[in-house]
């Protein structure tokens, strides 16, 4: 906050044309949609299944949103739509209370030292954590208590969140992860029509006309990312440490970045996966997969993992909306040319981020997922993998994050939240508090448990014989 009030602060835009007093509501705006993002993606997954009309009476604001989201296929398109307003919001948060590149960095009579200033305020470092503990984490364990709780707040998550989400993904410009799913499926003979016809995409011309769409969309921001990445027209090689960057190092290191957030969403997405399967089966024919997955459930290890993951993917949204957003304002772009687009276009979508948010959304981070939801044996049985899990345990464990915890207890009792008044958690598991840790303690689920351990046997079997 002292950043944005005393103008030391890198917007989109030239922050002498607008008052303080604006960043900061824009900084608070976003703040709140991505907490709300957060933990409605919580309660919506743990509602599948449910029927809405067992709480119309109860929880009438859940009802509302549970009866549009969980109709036919919405659950799947309100996960595309939020994954890219997430991503987004996290890119404008990054650009409104990410710091300028100052030698030293003065709150009052304060004076920070270079190292101090350029590690912690202009490189971010405590912006991940006022996203992460404050922003995403909280709203995500009181979710994860409290389903239909959280869902029936007087927060309007109907029309700030389920309409936006569905919206956004209607537009098309994330299909193409629709598009690698079905090749994947079609690749490994996958017979997606045995799955639930009532959750079905309707694959019609308009479908496939927004997948087109889609992809091309990715190629075009890819292009204009790496083309400024590599020219140094982006914020990737302005600033301290990052001004001696050569743009083809530049590209490489923003590689690693979209690499490490790509690995962190398919971690995630597998290790869900393979919760309720019996994954001793893997140690001889997928040895890592089988430590990675011995490593994730022992003990607290998951909830450890999950709150390490998300400070590790907001490090990397941080890093990816600094090095894939142009710099500059008002569209001047810095030397390199704008391919003749206008400063309209080099505003609105180069250095707003909006170009490399739809880059990352598409290739790190909804592809990792959809692979992983379909391969989750093979995404994890790497070093990668077993590395990225260890780096988010050893995140949790340092504590740096950990401020959600008293937060997300403070917003239960400032909204008085009661338990759920039905079993509305995760089919097959059981939630339960210790220590101010919601811990998930899975048990049987045959008929889902058989089939999904099948699929892991049979995947496993495969890769045995393409070594073999």
């Not at 036919?72 to 994954?83: D, I, K, M, S, T």
């Not at 001793?280 to 909830?303: D, V």
């Not at 687009?341 to 739809?358: E, K, S, V």
């Not at 046997?457 to 073999?468: F, Q, S, T, Y």
């Given at each position: 906050m002292?950043?944005?009030?005393?103008?030391?602060?890198?917007?989109p835009?030239?922050?002498?044309?607008?008052?303080?007093?604006?960043?900061?509501?824009?900084?608070?705006?976003?703040?709140f949609?991505?907490?709300?993002?957060?933990?409605?993606?919580?309660?919506?997954?743990?509602?599948?299944?449910?029927?809405?009309?067992?709480?119309?009476?109860?929880?009438?604001?859940?009802?509302?949103?549970?009866?549009?989201?969980?109709a036919?296929?919405?659950?799947?398109?309100?996960?595309?739509?939020?994954?890219f307003?997430?991503?987004?919001?996290?890119?404008?948060?990054?650009?409104?209370?990410?710091?300028?590149?100052?030698?030293?960095?003065?709150?009052?009579g304060?004076?920070?030292?270079?190292?101090p200033?350029?590690f912690?305020?202009?490189?971010?470092?405590?912006?991940?954590?006022?996203?992460?503990?404050?922003?995403?984490?909280?709203?995500?364990?009181?979710?994860?208590?409290?389903?239909?709780?959280?869902?029936?707040?007087?927060?309007?998550?109907?029309?700030?969140?389920?309409?936006?989400?569905?919206?956004?993904?209607?537009?098309?410009?994330?299909h193409?992860?629709?598009?690698?799913?079905?090749?994947?499926?079609?690749?490994?003979?996958?017979?997606?029509?045995?799955?639930?016809?009532?959750?079905?995409?309707?694959?019609?011309?308009?479908?496939?006309?927004?997948?087109?769409?889609?992809?091309?969309?990715?190629?075009?921001?890819?292009?204009?990312?790496?083309?400024?990445?590599?020219l140094?027209?982006?914020?990737?090689?302005?600033?301290?440490?990052?001004?001696?960057?050569?743009?083809?190092?530049?590209?490489?290191?923003?590689?690693?970045?979209?690499?490490?957030?790509?690995?962190?969403?398919?971690?995630?997405?597998?290790?869900?996966?393979?919760?309720?399967?019996?994954?001793?089966?893997?140690?001889?024919?997928?040895?890592?997969?089988?430590?990675?997955?011995?490593?994730?459930?022992?003990?607290?290890?998951?909830?450890?993992?999950?709150?390490?993951?998300?400070?590790?993917?907001?490090?990397?949204?941080?890093?990816?909306?600094?090095?894939?957003?142009?710099?500059?304002?008002?569209?001047?772009?810095?030397?390199?040319?704008?391919?003749?687009?206008?400063?309209?276009?080099?505003?609105?979508?180069?250095?707003?981020?909006?170009?490399?948010?739809?880059?990352?959304?598409?290739?790190a981070?909804?592809?990792?997922?959809?692979?992983?939801?379909?391969?989750?044996?093979?995404?994890?049985?790497?070093h990668?993998?077993?590395?990225?899990?260890?780096?988010?345990?050893?995140?949790?464990?340092?504590?740096?994050?950990?401020?959600?915890?008293?937060?997300?207890?403070?917003?239960?009792?400032?909204?008085?939240?009661?338990?759920?008044?039905?079993?509305?958690?995760?089919?097959?598991?059981?939630?339960?508090s210790?220590?101010?840790?919601?811990?998930?303690?899975?048990?049987?689920?045959?008929?889902?448990?058989?089939?999904?351990?099948?699929?892991v046997?049979?995947?496993?079997?495969?890769?045995?014989?393409?070594?073999?």
């Open positions: 002292t950043g944005i009030v005393t103008r030391v602060n890198n917007p835009w030239n922050a002498e044309h607008l008052h303080w007093l604006v960043d900061v509501l824009l900084f608070w705006i976003m703040l949609w991505i907490a709300m993002l957060e933990g409605c993606q919580i309660s919506i997954v743990g509602l599948q299944g449910h029927d809405p009309e067992t709480f119309k009476e109860t929880h009438p604001r859940a009802y509302k949103s549970c009866k549009l989201v969980l036919g296929a919405n659950v799947e398109r309100f996960l595309v739509g939020r994954q307003l997430l991503l987004f919001n996290g890119f404008l948060v990054s650009r409104i209370g990410g710091g300028q590149n100052l030698q030293n960095f003065a709150m009052g304060w004076l920070w030292d270079p190292f200033t350029q912690l305020f202009s490189n971010g470092v405590l912006l991940m954590v006022v996203i992460v503990a404050l922003g995403q984490l909280p709203t995500q364990l009181v979710a994860a208590d409290k389903l239909l709780g959280f869902f029936n707040l007087p927060l309007g998550h109907y029309y700030l969140v389920v309409l936006p989400c569905l919206a956004v993904e209607f537009l098309g410009l994330t193409s992860s629709y598009l690698l799913k079905d090749l994947l499926c079609a690749i490994c003979k996958i017979d997606q029509s045995a799955a639930d016809p009532a959750k079905a995409m309707k694959k019609d011309v308009w479908y496939y006309a927004r997948c087109v769409l889609s992809v091309c969309i990715v190629i075009l921001s890819g292009t204009f990312v790496i083309k400024g990445i590599a140094g027209q982006t914020n990737a090689t302005e600033g301290p440490g990052w001004d001696e960057l050569p743009g083809a190092a530049a590209v490489v290191v923003s590689l690693l970045f979209m690499f490490m957030l790509a690995c962190a969403e398919g971690l995630q997405v597998s290790l869900v996966s393979l919760t309720r399967t019996r994954w001793s089966s893997l140690e001889k024919s997928s040895p890592l997969a089988y430590r990675t997955c011995r490593l994730a459930f022992r003990g607290s290890h998951m909830n450890a993992f999950l709150v390490g993951r998300q400070f590790l993917t907001a490090m990397n949204m941080v890093l990816l909306a600094r090095v894939t957003s142009y710099a500059g304002t008002e569209g001047a772009l810095l030397p390199g040319g704008d391919w003749g687009f206008g400063q309209g276009f080099n505003a609105a979508l180069l250095q707003t981020g909006f170009m490399g948010a739809l880059l990352v959304v598409n290739v981070q909804l592809a990792s997922q959809v692979t992983a939801s379909i391969f989750p044996v093979a995404v994890i049985n790497n990668f993998m077993n590395w990225t899990l260890r780096l988010t345990l050893l995140i949790e464990f340092t504590g740096i994050v950990n401020a959600c915890w008293p937060l997300a207890k403070l917003m239960e009792r400032a909204f008085r939240m009661a338990p759920d008044p039905i079993n509305c958690h995760l089919d097959g598991a059981k939630q339960s210790t220590s101010g840790k919601i811990v998930i303690q899975w048990t049987p689920n045959t008929a889902v448990e058989a089939a999904v351990e099948r699929a046997v049979e995947e496993a079997a495969v890769e045995r014989a393409a070594v073999e």
